[in-house]
């Protein structure tokens, strides 16, 4: 009876040109059966597909609906994330000339003003739909 047993292990594991079984089946073997003991599942990327999972459209720039007003909410929004671009990188470039000024806080508000800075607003119609303005081209809500 384990003789029937050996013969079936021997024959679903795949064998080297030496005539031992493969690792790689092995470890795979002993994954699946410790994954089933355990009850957990274990990821395999090979196995796993990239879907898309959601598109966005963006308009073309001489078919934008929205105002070319900035927001205050989007003016506070590019200030904070350049200021945390230009605060946490050691080599920032930053576009315009700041003089003195050590606060990365104007900084920004610096580079908005003299319209040089490099980050863009996604402004979206509904959650496949957007417009793409980058913050040079928006007016500045004060």
């Avoid at 073309?60 to 350049?82: A, F, H, L």
């Avoid at 959650?127 to 303005?133: A, D, H, K, S, V």
């Amino acid at each position: 009876m384990s003789g029937k047993k050996k013969s079936k292990r021997k024959s679903s594991l795949r064998e080297s040109a030496s005539g031992e079984p493969d690792e790689n089946i092995l470890n795979q073997k002993m994954l699946s059966e410790v994954s089933k003991m355990m009850g957990f599942h274990v990821f395999n990327p090979d196995e796993h597909k990239l879907r898309v999972i959601n598109e966005i459209m963006i308009v073309d720039p001489k078919e934008r609906i929205t105002s070319s007003q900035m927001t205050n909410s989007e003016y506070c929004e590019v200030i904070s994330n350049r200021a945390k671009h230009i605060e946490n990188s050691k080599n920032v470039l930053v576009f315009t000339d700041v003089g003195d000024e050590i606060d990365p806080r104007e900084m920004a508000k610096k580079e908005i003003r003299d319209r040089r800075c490099p980050l863009s607003i996604i402004r979206m119609y509904n959650n496949r739909i957007g417009e793409l303005w980058t913050v040079n081209e928006l007016a500045i809500p004060f």
